[in-house]
T-cell receptor
């Protein structure tokens, strides 16, 4: 059974701080990794995706991947109250539309 | 470019009834996947259709079925509804090749009473 694990939180950070969200996965053969943001009552929104070891930056967001440790993380710099949401880590099960999702980490950014 | 469109947004059904949900993918996307989201189980994969063929299937009973049309639009059907089928049903589309990210629609909130 392939699994994706995340701390459920809530993770609380002050406005302007760096929020660090972590995710581990069980299948060493996984090739692609995704971070989605989901506001309460809304659908998941793609934030970042990463395929190669190392860092990938997009604005205030940085995704980090370490395949040897089977670990992927999302850093949010200069956190804003509008970043308060649940962040879902997902891993491709194969070259198709089947993603395995973690349970999500709830982030709260306090003004 | 228009996003993924799901209809209806909300549904209330009675146990034993059946329901059909609809999804129109992003233009040019050939893969449509369906997910069920509940507070207890999180996001769980139902099935994926690519070029009118079911390409992947999750671990749901046969009461859950789907299909895809030649224009890539997809429908999902749930027969003999149970209370536990109450959930947010999400459709996602992607180009379908390689490890493309999925783009989700707004979902259909199904309540079974």
């Amino acid at each position: 059974q392939k699994e994706v694990e995340q701390n459920s939180g809530p993770l609380s950070v002050p406005e302007g701080a760096i929020a660090s969200l972590n995710c581990t996965y069980s299948d060493r053969g996984s090739q692609s990794f995704f971070w989605y943001r989901q506001y309460s009552g809304k659908s998941p929104e793609l934030i970042m995706f990463i395929y190669s070891n190392g860092d990938k930056e997009d604005g205030r967001f940085t995704a980090q991947l370490n395949k040897a440790s089977q670990y992927v993380s999302l850093l949010i710099r200069d956190s804003q109250p509008s970043d308060s949401a649940t962040y879902l880590c997902a891993v491709n099960d194969n070259q198709g539309g089947k993603l395995i999702f973690g349970q999500g980490t709830e982030l709260s950014v306090k003004p | 470019k228009a996003g993924v469109t799901q209809t209806p947004r909300y549904l209330i059904k009675t146990r034993g009834q059946q329901v059909t949900l609809s999804c129109s993918p992003i233009s040019g996307h050939r893969s449509v996947s369906w997910y069920q989201q509940t507070p207890g189980q999180g996001l769980q994969f139902l099935f994926e259709y690519f070029s009118e063929t079911q390409r992947n299937k999750g671990n749901f009973p046969g009461r859950f079925s789907g299909r895809q049309f030649s224009n890539s639009r997809s429908e999902m059907n749930v027969s003999t509804l149970e209370l536990g089928d109450s959930a947010l049903y999400l459709c996602a589309s992607s180009p379908g090749q390689g490890y493309s990210p999925l783009h989700f629609g707004n979902g259909t909130r199904l309540t079974v009473t």
